[in-house]
């Protein structure tokens, strides 16, 4: 009776074991655009600011997503390899009937936190919500905008890029 036992427990096991169904994804991330959107709010001095709500999925093979976005070792790393944190926006406006690139100087480093902080190596997918939010001023014009967004993950590997939908916010002519 003993004996029937053992190989009845293994075939439990082994079949509860084979419906874990672990993704094989590739180990450079990607991501696929999932929406746009803005919101009137606040900086943290109380002043009134248009924030805008970048959301994309993303998937990564080995979950090397996310950095210490504390350490100024490692910003400085990213920035030598690359001149990016490990969040990357370029911005573009609609003028003349074409999109032309708008330089925003505060662009040029932006980093997410680790999204698997247990450091266990494995498979990651899930949603990044990244705000970006503009000063409101006098003089400003809704202009039309999108985005070009990537990511990267700490082997520096990038991700593909992808474009969001349009969106007016207020910002300067000449800026």
């Known amino acids: 009776m003993r004996i029937a036992g053992i190989p009845l427990l293994a075939g439990i096991m082994l079949v509860a074991g084979s419906c874990v169904d672990i993704p094989k994804y590739d180990h450079a991330p990607r991501i696929e655009f999932?929406?746009?959107?803005?919101?009137?709010?606040?900086?943290?001095?109380?002043?009134?600011?248009?924030?805008?709500?970048?959301t994309v999925s993303f998937e990564d093979g080995d979950g090397d997503l996310g950095e210490d976005i504390q350490s100024e070792e490692r910003r400085n790393f990213l920035m030598d390899n690359g001149g990016w944190g490990n969040y990357h926006v370029q911005v573009l406006r609609y003028v003349n009937e074409k999109w032309e690139p708008l330089e925003?100087?505060?662009l040029s480093y932006l980093a997410f936190p680790y999204l698997k902080p247990d450091g266990i190596r494995g498979p990651i997918?899930?949603?990044?919500?990244?705000d970006l939010d503009f000063a409101?001023?006098?003089?400003?014009k809704d202009t039309p905008l999108k985005f070009l967004?990537?990511?990267r993950d700490r082997e520096l590997r990038e991700s593909n890029t992808i474009e969001t939908d349009s969106i007016s916010v207020p910002i300067f002519d000449e800026f």
Do not use: C, H, T, W
């Open 125 to 130: 997918r899930g949603k990044l919500d990244y």
């Open 104 to 106: 925003m100087s505060a």
């Open 136 to 140: 409101l001023g006098a003089g400003q």
């Open 149 to 151: 967004v990537k990511i």
């Open 34 to 54: 999932v929406g746009i959107d803005k919101f009137d709010s606040e900086d943290k001095l109380g002043n009134p600011i248009k924030l805008v709500r970048i």
